[in-house]
């Protein structure tokens, strides 16, 4: 869905791992990937950060949220949800 949803505005598919489970290590299980077999559990602290790629752009954006026993929480960090230029 990530990919349609990127393909259908004019940027490139993603080609890494664009969402997975943050710990001590930067990357952790589970990963969104099709072949994880590792469930998401409640507490633990998920990354999401895809990004935008054209043949001349890179962007991406990371959120992490704490997974409560319904599902996903708010996003654990306050950074506004906005496009920042750096030039």
């Not at 099709?34 to 990004?51: F, K, L, R």
């Amino acid at each position: 869905a990530n990919d349609e949803f990127l393909v259908q505005r004019g940027y490139k598919p993603e080609l890494r791992l664009y969402a997975h489970g943050m710990g001590y290590d930067l990357v952790e299980r589970p990963c969104f990937l099709d072949d994880e077999t590792m469930t998401i559990q409640a507490s633990s602290n998920m990354v999401v950060h895809p990004g935008a790629v054209t043949d001349t752009v890179w962007t991406t954006v990371c959120d992490n949220y704490i997974v409560g026993p319904d599902g996903p929480g708010d996003c654990i960090h306050k950074t506004p949800k906005e496009i920042i230029v750096v030039s």
